[in-house]
């Protein structure tokens, strides 16, 4: 169904940020009335290739893009949002941008108002102009008919329903008479089941209308259900463009996730017990954007456990449930007891560490000397570098100890730093990683959570950490719990590797289970448990 | 918000309770009452609708509108210098502390995008601040760096100005433009129709303004700047162009009052006007983040009856106007506490929950 | 305009007042002012206001920003100076008596004051200080109504109300000051007060070492930071504004020993403005505070209000150094709250 030049046309976007290629050439296309699909992992680019098709400024301010982006054939180069909303692109965010004490039609001509001139706009301009009230409404009933809501578009959009919300979000965007292309961003995430059908319904039926939609999902069901073509992207690059028609799930996420392994960490020399060091049974966990739903997991004695899966799909979730950072539910037996849950400091004294992915909010005190930094979470929960004192508040820090064992473990990981008494946030990304990891292990646990080890790490300093968390498992034996989006990483050092999916374990895998094993399970095709 | 709404209701009720509870006690006779406050209100009720535009814009409590009362200040003083009587120097009043309150308004508009989620404390400081400049021009640069040859005006030692300015130039110049005259149980009663006049001006531009499209995309910022900035509404520029507003306003609204006191203390007259003016629209149930024309009238009537009851009641209560005085102060610090508090309660609820929710 | 880094990190206001305060010292020189005088002057000053700029470093280093809400522990401070004034105990028994009640005041009002705060969050600053003005405001009723009767206390007339100023002469008026004072090249140094002052010091420097101390500050940059390491970041605040009130509460006892008046009603309403200055010119941000900061702040911003009068009064009639204050004072802080790169 396309009718001349394509809607949108991406010809070689390349994109670095410090010498790292995040974008190494994609190309892309959407035509006018067909639902193109861009599937990807965290990581993959889409993100980046949204900033760049929107014109955000941190594109602009780390060296811009090579490449082109043609808008009906035209060459564009956008320098702001507004720019890109002006030529014409539309954008359903995951976020919902609305006001919530405005009314629906307010919300839906927002900054587009229709207006009569008046006499203080003749004199001042036509800011001044008033709101023409009817015209408002009638435009956005008309846009909520082409969108199949009923709701009335004078009531205030506090208090309705999610799913009213998101379609309103689609109505604004339908309404633009300038709309060339239509971008959903993961726009069923926070849609119930019957909202999300709708949702595809409504897509399908604006794309039937003429409408060129580009969709970003994770749900690779809904990319089957309604994706006239799809793109899929890893590390930057387009690797695949299965037809819908033909393809399946599995494919799609093989083609997302297979990788050739970049990192080898040392191999095993022991096989660990199968003794269960932890028990997790039906947990599950509100953490916005990785919500849990019912895991159960034993973690064997000594292993390495991996966790996988899709981004957003939970695994994340796990480990922060589990310490007690975000809202848990369910059982969890450890060390032969009943664990409390959402307890933090109760898991930091029984033996639990967590390394966690948010290492600047959760891991560090950036203004802090990396000695502090290193110290701070067994000082807190096991009174160590302390000297003894009749008044355990008022112990004294013996920083003579805190200094000698921040000078070990500098050492020991590694860190390039001036000294133990430097600011951390004069630390790369790599040497502060280490820090998080020099944290977690002074408090010598029984058992560590790891949540994306690597994660903005230079390649180098990627092989060191896996390796420091090898050696942590191999030589003092500590069990491990590793999440990471990157499954290369995963199944380059773990015994066992979790797949996540929807909030639920779908598989546990031996890390050399043929690719499409994974890729069943990241699709959720799969029911095998542990 | 449930507890918002009945706080809306129930602190005018509460205070309009504790006026009648003052006007009986100290046996306040309706005529007196009634002079009192329809000068009191002709004269202050511009500087509460100064405050309306920064609260709908989403900068909160305009704790610098004393900017713009300085502003309206200097053009007093230059008109008096000048000996420009009446209606032409109030007018001309009016038109050179325009340009000056535009300035002063695009600098702590400035202010204020610096230092975004503080504007209010930022508004207190930028305005104790501003008090210092002015101390610095008025008490030590007129008359020795900047030449003012004007001995009445100037204190004995050749710069400063003296501490009190003779307005009764043009003292009720606007007041008294048509002069009505009301005769109520032998008191004699006077009604500033003009005045009312431009105060009703004041509310109509007002109300007229926020159904304009301008008007439209402040009520954007103030309920969510981050997505009024994705809708493409230039909302820095746009919190500059509210902060204008209120301080220009501020400025007239100073000059109004001005003239009906016919003094200007030099160093004091302005001092207060944000804490009353502040503390005047918060009693009608207003809040920091909503607040109407009706409020902004209601409050003034409001605050003002009590300002005038409460040294009288002391004084029938107590034996000591004096116990009035601070009470009536106390009330006014309380008022805005209690407001101050609601909306971080509030707002600190809200973002604790945001952060649990699935988006 | 963009200045070399550590330029930038000292901070132009900062450059400016130091040098502002050169000058004027320069300018006593070259007009042979009494030089040991206003050194003298200028450490009595120090002594005087310190503790109360010593209150501020456990609200900022507790993650409370600017401790707006001083005078509720100057409040409580005054109470124990009058309780103490009416029971009529001298010397240094007295001060210690204010300093006793003072304390054990400022204990349950600070917990009070922590738990709003913590209900507060983002906006503690403007509820700290309508808060402590509405305080001020209503204890001006009650020293009009206090059950005082101590004629030295009370209004000749009536006999009833608390006196808006009391002197404290012949009773503690500069006890501490007096107490190990000695004199050193012609300047006078107030010992006593200079002891307690840099013992406060030292004990705050010493408590952010000991557990509580390091628990508190490791909190004040992110509640997920401080739940991620078992820390209750709700409980460190109250101990923090706590710790800050009681130090307020005996900085004002301080204060007026060395002034030589109590002073009641409005006088604390503004009291928190100076100390704020003083702490921020020494180089803290809302977010960040040493002790360092504390006395070199102190040493500063009140060496250039004692210093400006007399060498500018030489020159120009008229209080400028009211005047130098207001913009100097407000200014700094003016600053500091447009500097915030992250709450």
């Known amino acids: ?530 | 918000m449930r507890g918002a709404r009945i706080l809306r209701h129930l602190v005018p009720l509460l205070f309009a309770a504790l006026c009648i509870f003052g006007i009986v006690v100290a046996k306040i006779t309706a005529p007196f009452l009634i002079s009192e406050m329809l000068v009191r209100m002709s004269r202050n009720s511009v500087l509460v609708l100064a405050l309306l535009i920064p609260i709908l814009a989403g900068l909160g409590l305009n704790f610098g509108i004393v900017i713009g009362a300085m502003a309206g200040q200097i053009g007093a003083i230059l008109i008096v210098k000048w000996g420009i009587p009446g209606i032409g120097g109030f007018a001309l009043a009016w038109l050179l502390a325009t340009p000056v309150a535009v300035l002063l308004g695009i600098a702590t508009g400035t202010l204020f995008n610096r230092a975004k989620g503080r504007e209010m404390v930022t508004g207190l400081i930028a305005g104790f601040f501003a008090n210092g400049l002015y101390q610095l021009l008025f008490l030590f640069a007129v008359g020795s760096i900047i030449p003012f040859h004007s001995p009445s005006m100037v204190l004995p030692q050749g710069y400063g100005l003296r501490n009190t300015v003779d307005l009764s130039t043009i003292q009720y110049a606007i007041d008294d433009l048509i002069k009505l005259r009301y005769r109520l149980q032998g008191v004699e009663i006077r009604v500033p129709v003009v005045t009312y006049l431009i105060i009703a001006g004041f509310c109509f531009l007002t109300l007229f303004f926020f159904r304009t499209r301008l008007g439209q995309q402040f009520r954007a910022m103030g309920q969510d700047p981050h997505v009024a900035a994705i809708a493409g509404i230039p909302v820095e520029r746009n919190r500059i162009v509210a902060t204008v507003l209120s301080t220009v306003m501020a400025a007239w609204g100073q000059l109004l009052f001005l003239q009906n006191i016919g003094t200007l203390n030099t160093y004091s007259s302005h001092e207060q006007v944000g804490m009353f003016a502040i503390a005047a629209l918060l009693v009608s149930g207003a809040t920091v983040s909503q607040a109407t024309v009706g409020q902004a009238l209601l409050g003034t009537v409001l605050f003002h009856t009590l300002f005038v009851v409460s040294p009288l009641a002391g004084k029938a209560l107590a034996g000591d106007a004096q116990i009035g005085e601070y009470f009536r102060v106390f009330v006014a610090y309380a008022v805005i506490t209690v407001a101050l508090v609601l909306h971080a309660w509030q707002s600190a609820r809200a973002a604790r929950e945001a952060r649990r929710e699935t988006r | 305009m963009r200045f070399p880094g550590p330029l930038r990190e000292f901070g132009i206001p900062r450059l400016l007042i130091a040098v502002f305060l050169v000058v004027l010292f320069a300018v006593a020189v070259a007009t042979h002012m009494d030089l040991q005088g206003l050194i003298s002057d200028s450490i009595v000053r120090v002594g005087r206001n310190g503790i109360l700029v010593l209150a501020l470093l456990p609200a900022i280093q507790g993650g409370i920003g600017l401790n707006f809400g001083l005078p509720l522990g100057i409040i409580c401070g005054l109470v124990g100076a009058v309780i103490s004034l009416n029971a009529g105990v001298h010397g240094i028994w007295g001060i210690a008596m204010a300093t006793g009640i003072g304390v054990a005041l400022a204990i349950p009002v600070g917990a009070g004051y922590g738990w709003l705060l913590n209900r507060t969050r983002g906006q503690e600053m403007m509820v700290g200080t309508y808060l402590g003005f509405a305080i001020v405001s209503m204890m001006s009723v009650f020293w009009l109504l206090a059950p005082v009767r101590n004629p030295a206390l009370v209004w000749a007339i009536g006999g009833r109300g608390l006196r808006t100023t009391r002197s404290l002469g012949g009773i503690y008026d500069k006890v501490l000051d007096r107490w190990l004072a000695f004199t050193v090249a012609g300047v006078r140094v107030p010992g006593g007060t200079l002891v307690v002052f840099f013992g406060l010091c030292f004990l705050v420097w010493l408590f952010f070492r000991t557990r509580m101390g390091i628990t508190i500050a490791a909190a004040r940059s992110s509640t997920k930071f401080a739940r991620a390491a078992g820390i209750s970041d709700e409980r460190t605040r109250v101990q923090a504004t706590v710790l800050s009130t009681v130090l307020a509460a005996i900085g004002i006892v301080i204060f007026s020993q060395s002034y030589g008046f109590v002073q009641l009603y409005t006088a604390p309403l503004l009291m928190a403005f100076p100390a704020i200055a003083c702490i921020l010119i020494g180089g803290a941000t809302v977010t960040r505070a040493t002790i360092g900061h504390v006395i070199v702040g102190t040493l500063l911003f009140q060496s250039i209000l004692t210093v400006a009068l007399p060498v500018t009064s030489q020159v120009i009639q008229g209080d400028i150094s009211e005047t130098a204050r207001l913009i100097i004072q407000n200014g700094m802080i003016l600053y500091a709250l447009t500097r915030v790169g992250r709450t």
């Open chain 1, 1 to 530: 169904m396309d009718t001349g030049a394509p809607a949108l046309e991406l010809r070689s976007i390349i994109k670095e940020y410090e010498q790292n290629r995040v974008l190494k050439g994609v190309s892309l296309d959407v035509r006018k009335g067909e639902i193109h699909a861009l599937v990807g992992e965290n990581g993959a680019g889409k993100s980046t290739l949204m900033n760049i098709l929107f014109g955000m400024p941190v594109i602009w301010e780390t060296g811009g893009y090579e490449g082109e982006v043609l808008l009906t054939g035209a060459p564009v180069r956008f320098h702001s949002p507004a720019e890109a909303m002006e030529a014409g692109i539309g954008m359903v965010h995951q976020e919902f941008m609305l006001l919530p004490g405005f009314r629906v039609a307010e919300n839906i001509k927002l900054n587009r108002e229709p207006t009569r001139p008046n006499p203080a706009s003749a004199i001042l301009g036509s800011k001044l102009e008033s709101l023409d009230i009817p015209k408002m409404r009638a435009d956005a009933r008309r846009a909520l008919d082409a969108v199949g809501l009923g709701i009335d578009e004078w009531i205030r959009v506090a208090g309705l329903p999610v799913g009213h919300m998101q379609f309103i979000e689609i109505a604004r965007e339908v309404d633009k008479e300038r709309l060339k292309l239509l971008i959903f961003d993961e726009p069923t995430a926070v849609l119930t089941e019957g909202d999300a059908e709708k949702l595809l319904d409504i897509m399908r039926g604006l794309a039937s209308k003429g409408h060129a939609i580009l969709f970003i999902t994770h749900r690779l069901d809904e990319v089957l259900a309604v994706a006239d073509r799809i793109t899929v992207l890893r590390d930057g690059e387009v690797v695949g463009t299965p037809d819908p028609k033909t393809t399946t799930v599995v494919r799609i996420a093989e083609l997302m996730v297979g990788r050739p392994a970049a990192v080898k960490a040392a191999r095993r020399f022991f096989a660990p017990t199968t003794e269960p060091a932890m028990g997790i049974e039906s947990l599950s966990v509100d953490m916005p954007g990785e919500r849990v739903d019912d895991v159960t997991l034993a973690v064997r004695r000594g292993e390495i456990l991996g966790i996988g899966g899709l981004a957003g799909h939970g695994k994340l979730g796990i480990a922060n449930g589990v310490m007690g950072l975000y809202p848990a539910w369910g059982r969890v037996i450890f060390g032969e007891k009943l664990f409390p849950l959402n307890e933090p400091r109760e898991a930091l004294q029984r033996g639990l560490a967590f390394v966690s992915e948010d290492r600047r909010g959760v891991g560090l005190l950036p203004e802090e000397s990396i000695e502090l930094n290193i110290a701070l979470s067994a000082l807190e929960a096991q009174g160590r570098f302390l000297h003894p004192s009749p008044i355990p508040a008022l112990q004294l820090l013996n920083h003579r100890a805190m200094r000698a064992h921040a000078l070990e473990m500098i050492k020991a990981l590694d860190i390039r730093t001036t000294g133990p008494s430097q600011q951390v946030r004069r630390l790369s990304g790599g040497n502060q990683q280490k820090v998080c990891v020099a944290r977690a292990m002074t408090l010598r646990p029984k058992l560590l959570f790891v949540s994306e080890p690597t994660r903005g790490i230079d390649v180098g300093a990627k092989q060191l950490v896996l390796e420091v968390l090898a050696a942590l498992n191999r030589e003092q034996e500590v069990t491990l719990v590793v999440t990471s989006s990157e499954l290369a990483e995963l199944r380059a050092i773990c015994d066992r590797v979790a797949i996540v999916y929807r909030g639920k374990i779908a598989a546990i895998l031996p890390p050399d289970a043929p690719d499409a094993a994974f890729g069943l399970a990241m699709a959720g095709e799969s029911a095998q448990a542990a």
